[in-house]
């Protein structure tokens, strides 16, 4: 394996700008300033204050101006809480990920770099030309509107362009230009001469290898030899066909239909294996068999692409079984951190006063734009009809939606038609709607069992150097259990979670000056 890291050589963050940010941050200290301000807590009235007299109906909101309801209507009766906790399904989360992504995620973080030979100097390409691609592979490059490599590609192209080939591991966090490296690779190394199939990628779902084959198509629009051909449910192959295109890109199971029972091509022909989120892939129930038995029936000389998102142990073990003799290259994941965040809590008593809470403080939220979590799409959907019914007009996004209507959902928020966005776990990940200043968790992650899931407490309320404006975070306890959540989560990350009520109103007025 690795004998060696190098360091990419990137200059660290510009202090020039270091003037600009800090008058940045304090305009957005005084606009959570006024925000909490706001909330014009006085003593004894606290945030869950004004209840009906019967808790099967709502009353106004306070303080919103934005079409409160005066008439009580009947609303559902509030989830027991007993249902699953919705979590998100990481092939979703990966494609709604590259769906909604504008452009490219571009990271300040240093690339590690692990060489097999020492001695070989391993360079990266700061233009496209550099990489003496094919004429028509530079005009494609170029129609897609890249200019340059991205960080990854900079220092991954060369290597997987080079001859003899390399083997490669490449991870780095979604959207920072994976996909485009290893397709450029695929399509650099095929040999239009040969009508057979070269190259075989293997994404693990249908819509994944789709997106995959898109960006490939774009990139090869002026190639016009090249052959691409899917291999995913819905393909079909006439009895005893040989397939002549020269990439195949498609999902394990199907893959292995074809190659290994309907021997519609020779896996022994294979030059180039790309195995693409493979962290996706192995999370998927008997994708990982299916690739390592392609993998067996792949010649020992066949180039193998591995690219993954993430860098845990069962995926690096998967890694080091599919490719040998690698060179390895990391690019740390931006952390999201709690620096730039006010965090509190608000004592309910039960969902109801929890909703009573959230409606004391909508005119607050809804100044920029917040999202709310749910454990279950049950309350979600509960809580989105309360809130409707009081007049506000709020988004919903969990699971059971498309990832076409989820796309949609996510568009009209960032586009500020509902400034309000009740989800689950379905979204902990990868919030990149810059103007959310406040979280809301209306239950406090957990896992199935009980215990307090801080990654996932991070995941929604934490900022990423990208996005590291300031933000508050309010979490909604209605029990001793969700309490201990609570302080869980307050020693886990080392960071005060203060009471938020009328006896610290004065704190609070002060936040951020
Ligand atoms: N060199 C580049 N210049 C400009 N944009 C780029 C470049 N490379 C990729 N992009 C764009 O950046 C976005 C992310 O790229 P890409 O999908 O390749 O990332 P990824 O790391 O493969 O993400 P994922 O892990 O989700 O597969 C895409 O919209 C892509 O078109």
Redesign the pocket.
């Given at each position: 394996m690795a004998e060696s890291t190098i360091e990419s050589n990137n200059a660290s963050a510009a202090t020039a700008a270091a003037g600009a940010e800090n008058w940045v941050k304090k305009v957005e200290d005084q606009e959570i300033s006024n925000m909490v301000d706001g909330l014009k807590l006085e003593k004894g009235n606290g945030l869950v204050g004004a209840q009906t007299d019967d808790p099967s109906t709502t009353s106004s909101v306070v303080g919103n101006g934005t079409g409160a309801v005066t008439a009580a209507v009947p609303t559902p009766a509030a989830p027991t809480g007993e249902e699953e906790i919705e979590n998100a399904n990481p092939a979703d989360a990966?494609l709604l990920?590259?769906i909604i992504?504008k452009?490219?995620?571009e990271s300040k973080l240093d690339l590690e770099v692990q060489r097999r030979d020492p001695t070989s100097p391993l360079h990266s390409v700061k233009s496209f030309e550099a990489l003496h691609l094919k004429p028509e592979l530079l005009q494609g490059v170029y129609a897609?509107?890249?200019?340059?490599?991205?960080k990854?590609?900079e220092t991954a192209l060369p290597t997987l362009l080079a001859d003899p080939p390399q083997n490669m591991i490449a991870q780095?966090?979604?959207?920072?230009?994976?996909?485009?490296?290893f397709v450029l690779a695929m399509l650099s190394r095929v040999d239009t001469t040969k009508n057979y199939p070269q190259v075989l990628c293997l994404s693990p779902t249908y819509e994944l290898a789709i997106q995959t084959g898109e960006?490939a198509a774009k990139m090869s629009k002026f190639c016009h030899d090249v052959k691409l051909r899917y291999a995913v449910r819905g393909e079909e192959l006439a009895k005893g066909a040989k397939i002549t295109d020269h990439i195949i890109i498609g999902t394990p199971g199907k893959l292995l239909d074809w190659g290994l029972k309907f021997r519609a091509f020779d896996l022994r022909k294979i030059t180039v294996f790309v195995l693409?989120?493979a962290d996706v892939m192995i999370a998927t129930q008997g994708h990982q068999d299916q690739c390592i038995r392609i993998h067996k029936l792949l010649p020992p000389t066949c180039q193998m692409m591995f690219?993954s998102?993430t860098y845990e142990k069962d995926v690096m073990e998967f890694a080091e079984y599919i490719v040998p003799k690698p060179i390895v290259i990391r690019l740390a994941r931006e952390q999201e951190s709690l620096d730039n965040i006010k965090q509190y809590y608000v004592r309910c008593k039960d969902q109801n006063e929890k909703y009573q809470a959230i409606s004391n403080i909508y005119g607050v939220i809804t100044v920029g734009q917040a999202i709310i979590f749910c454990h279950t799409r049950r309350t979600a959907s509960w809580l989105s009809g309360k809130l409707s019914k009081d007049g506000h007009s709020v988004a919903v996004l969990s699971g059971e939606l498309t990832v076409e209507q989820r796309l949609a959902v996510l568009d009209r928020f960032r586009a500020g038609m509902e400034k309000v966005l009740i989800t689950t776990n379905v979204l902990s990940r990868g919030i990149d709607v810059e103007q959310v200043t406040i979280v809301v968790n209306f239950d406090l992650p957990m896992f199935q069992d009980g215990r307090a899931d801080c990654e996932t407490y991070l995941h929604r309320i934490g900022r990423t150097g990208r996005f590291g404006k300031n933000g508050i975070a309010i979490n909604l306890v209605d029990s001793e259990h969700s309490m201990k959540i609570c302080k869980t989560i307050e020693s886990h990350f080392q960071k005060k979670i203060q009471l938020l009520d009328a006896e610290n109103s004065d704190e609070i007025e002060k936040i951020g000056s």
């Amino acid at each position: 394996m690795a004998e060696s890291t190098i360091e990419s050589n990137n200059a660290s963050a510009a202090t020039a700008a270091a003037g600009a940010e800090n008058w940045v941050k304090k305009v957005e200290d005084q606009e959570i300033s006024n925000m909490v301000d706001g909330l014009k807590l006085e003593k004894g009235n606290g945030l869950v204050g004004a209840q009906t007299d019967d808790p099967s109906t709502t009353s106004s909101v306070v303080g919103n101006g934005t079409g409160a309801v005066t008439a009580a209507v009947p609303t559902p009766a509030a989830p027991t809480g007993e249902e699953e906790i919705e979590n998100a399904n990481p092939a979703d989360a990966s494609l709604l990920m590259k769906i909604i992504r504008k452009g490219l995620v571009e990271s300040k973080l240093d690339l590690e770099v692990q060489r097999r030979d020492p001695t070989s100097p391993l360079h990266s390409v700061k233009s496209f030309e550099a990489l003496h691609l094919k004429p028509e592979l530079l005009q494609g490059v170029y129609a897609m509107g890249f200019n340059a490599p991205s960080k990854i590609q900079e220092t991954a192209l060369p290597t997987l362009l080079a001859d003899p080939p390399q083997n490669m591991i490449a991870q780095s966090q979604s959207g920072t230009g994976k996909t485009a490296a290893f397709v450029l690779a695929m399509l650099s190394r095929v040999d239009t001469t040969k009508n057979y199939p070269q190259v075989l990628c293997l994404s693990p779902t249908y819509e994944l290898a789709i997106q995959t084959g898109e960006v490939a198509a774009k990139m090869s629009k002026f190639c016009h030899d090249v052959k691409l051909r899917y291999a995913v449910r819905g393909e079909e192959l006439a009895k005893g066909a040989k397939i002549t295109d020269h990439i195949i890109i498609g999902t394990p199971g199907k893959l292995l239909d074809w190659g290994l029972k309907f021997r519609a091509f020779d896996l022994r022909k294979i030059t180039v294996f790309v195995l693409d989120e493979a962290d996706v892939m192995i999370a998927t129930q008997g994708h990982q068999d299916q690739c390592i038995r392609i993998h067996k029936l792949l010649p020992p000389t066949c180039q193998m692409m591995f690219f993954s998102a993430t860098y845990e142990k069962d995926v690096m073990e998967f890694a080091e079984y599919i490719v040998p003799k690698p060179i390895v290259i990391r690019l740390a994941r931006e952390q999201e951190s709690l620096d730039n965040i006010k965090q509190y809590y608000v004592r309910c008593k039960d969902q109801n006063e929890k909703y009573q809470a959230i409606s004391n403080i909508y005119g607050v939220i809804t100044v920029g734009q917040a999202i709310i979590f749910c454990h279950t799409r049950r309350t979600a959907s509960w809580l989105s009809g309360k809130l409707s019914k009081d007049g506000h007009s709020v988004a919903v996004l969990s699971g059971e939606l498309t990832v076409e209507q989820r796309l949609a959902v996510l568009d009209r928020f960032r586009a500020g038609m509902e400034k309000v966005l009740i989800t689950t776990n379905v979204l902990s990940r990868g919030i990149d709607v810059e103007q959310v200043t406040i979280v809301v968790n209306f239950d406090l992650p957990m896992f199935q069992d009980g215990r307090a899931d801080c990654e996932t407490y991070l995941h929604r309320i934490g900022r990423t150097g990208r996005f590291g404006k300031n933000g508050i975070a309010i979490n909604l306890v209605d029990s001793e259990h969700s309490m201990k959540i609570c302080k869980t989560i307050e020693s886990h990350f080392q960071k005060k979670i203060q009471l938020l009520d009328a006896e610290n109103s004065d704190e609070i007025e002060k936040i951020g000056s």
